[in-house]
């Protein structure tokens, strides 16, 4: 089982950037699949970027390619979300999620651990 804890949410003008990190605890997270998904006030919660065990393939919804980037330091079991040119529209609360899931990109409902989430609000 591995814990997950996000933080580097906050609130930035359009066109700024935001960098969130996942600190995973308990089993190593090199064990698994990495994703972020975000959710904002009455949608559900939609699959942003992922990452494979080794770090070498990403995947990314297309609202975000060319924008955001994902990476991960298996060294100090973090992942990261560089988030660039922010817009209104990415305003949500971002949750970091792990997957054993041998499938790739993995779907939503692979993901078996969920952190809390962290806040990004990005001001017109």
């Known amino acids: 089982q591995v814990q997950l804890v996000e933080s580097g949410g906050g609130l930035v003008q359009a066109g700024g950037s935001l960098r969130l990190s996942c600190a995973a605890s308990g089993r190593t997270s090199s064990n698994y699949v990495m994703g972020w998904f975000r959710q904002a006030p009455g949608k559900e919660r939609e699959f942003v970027a992922s990452?494979?065990?080794?770090?070498?393939?990403?995947y990314y919804t297309d609202s975000v390619k060319g924008r955001f980037t994902i990476s991960r330091d298996n060294a100090k079991n973090t992942v990261y979300l560089q988030m660039n040119s922010l817009r209104p529209e990415d305003t949500a609360v971002y949750y970091c999620?792990?997957?054993?899931?041998?499938?790739?990109?993995?779907?939503?409902?692979?993901?078996?651990?969920w952190g809390q989430g962290t806040q990004v609000t990005v001001s017109s």
């Open positions: 990452i494979d065990r080794g770090g070498s393939s990403t």
């Open positions: 999620a792990a997957t054993v899931s041998r499938t790739w990109p993995p779907p939503k409902y692979h993901y078996d651990y």
